[in-house]
């Protein structure tokens, strides 16, 4: 398409490029094969991390597992939700004299309630099909690990586009990074970590990134699920300094286009609040966690 344009006493043809759309057989062709990658690398993790199953059979892996797997014992004693109020009333000040005999310790002060209670839902659901408590816990790693592959997938998706997302996908599989701790028997924080931060990344971004009104459902879901993860590793402090400082460098950012008098890819207020919430997600179970009353 081309329009004349005037510009002094002389006229100037310009041209636009018309871009073609694109079939909406092709769009959901192209979407089955991506999906179909994505499904077939999330197979292909759980082969990996299932794996030792195969190798050695139902065995827990070193030792924090194994004290992971002694609390949620501990906690079916009570049932789902009575087992985790009893952990964050601090046990009732249960004192295990299995470890470190003959003075015994409260592991509910030491330890977080994510995985052990996570360990309670897993072996409710497998618990149907067959599964005991041990198998339960053995194959819970390897299930959350094995999720990270479309969570990333989803992330990436976010951030560059669907073949970037396939990418972090695909290398999600393979890396050691998952795989060291990500396998079955190992029944500890990092590969339930790995996947709920992912999620909990992916839903921060995509807040950020979306055209609707609907980015502030997504923001409480990133709340939501990086204040769970406090939860789960005691480390969360990391991920949640690492939000402070994503946060500043996009305010800086944003500042910057408006300077240069650019576009901005979303407003300042959608970050602030994103972050505001994010924050206040993982306030609220820290709070939740060290504050409950240590009384019967």
């Known amino acids: 398409m081309s329009k004349a344009k005037v510009v002094g006493k002389t006229k100037v043809e310009t041209t636009t490029q018309v871009v073609p ?3 909406l057989d092709v769009k959901v062709t192209q979407w089955i094969a991506m999906l179909s990658a994505v499904l077939s690398f999330t197979l292909l993790a759980y082969y990996l991390r299932l794996y030792p199953v195969l190798l050695y059979g139902w065995y827990i892996n070193e030792f924090d597992p194994y004290i992971r797997l002694f609390m949620t014992e501990q ?39 994510g995985v052990s209670w996570l ?45 970037v997302g396939l990418l972090a996908a695909l290398w999600s599989v393979f890396t050691t990074m998952f795989l060291q701790r990500g396998t079955a028997g190992w029944f500890a924080a990092e590969p339930i970590f790995q996947f709920i931060a992912t999620l909990g990344i992916a839903f921060y971004i995509e807040s950020l990134v979306r055209k609707d009104n609907y980015w ?35 305010l800086l950012y944003l500042l910057i286009r408006i300077a240069r008098r650019q576009t901005l890819p979303f407003t300042i207020d959608r970050l602030v609040i994103t972050y505001v919430l994010t924050d206040l997600g993982f306030s609220a179970f820290v709070a939740i966690t060290l504050g409950m009353d240590s009384t019967h």
């Open 216 to 250: 502030i459902l997504f923001a409480v879901l990133s709340a939501l699920f990086n204040g769970i993860t406090t939860w789960v590793w005691g480390s969360y402090v990391f991920l949640w300094n690492f939000y402070g400082l994503f946060t500043i460098v996009m």
């Open 75 to 113: 906690m079916l004693k009570y049932g789902t939700i009575k087992g985790l109020l009893w952990w964050l009333h601090k046990g009732y000040g249960a004192l295990f004299t299995h470890f470190w005999y003959p003075w015994g310790i409260n592991w509910t002060i030491i330890l977080s309630p």
């Open 21 to 23: 759309s694109v079939p």
């Open 119 to 163: 360990g309670v839902l897993a072996y409710k659901v497998l618990s149907h099909f067959g599964f005991d408590l041990l198998q339960s816990a053995v194959l819970l790693p390897a299930i959350a690990n094995a999720a990270v592959v479309p969570a990333m997938f989803y992330l990436g998706y976010r951030l560059g586009g669907k073949y």
